[in-house]
């Protein structure tokens, strides 16, 4: 397959590009809110989760 020069590669992915659906601005929202109502939640269970961890290691090795 040949190289395009850059001038036909700029066209090429202009025109790529128009065919690209972009999400709309409550689409944009729903999804930030989703992403960080689940960062929020796994951040969450992974202090649990070292909580727990750290103590029963401390009470195992009876650092306390």
């Given at each position: 397959?040949?190289?395009?020069?850059?001038?036909?590669?700029?066209?090429?992915v202009?025109?790529?590009?128009?065919?690209v659906t972009?999400?709309g601005r409550?689409?944009v929202?729903?999804?930030t809110?989703?992403v960080?109502?689940?960062v929020?939640?796994?951040?969450l269970?992974?202090?649990?989760?070292?909580?727990?961890?750290?103590?029963?290691?401390g009470?195992?090795l009876?650092i306390?």
């Amino acid at each position: 397959m040949a190289r395009p020069n850059p001038i036909q590669f700029l066209q090429q992915v202009r025109q790529e590009t128009s065919k690209v659906t972009w999400p709309g601005r409550n689409e944009v929202l729903i999804s930030t809110v989703m992403v960080l109502v689940l960062v929020i939640l796994a951040s969450l269970f992974f202090l649990l989760a070292d909580q727990v961890i750290s103590w029963a290691v401390g009470l195992m090795l009876s650092i306390r």
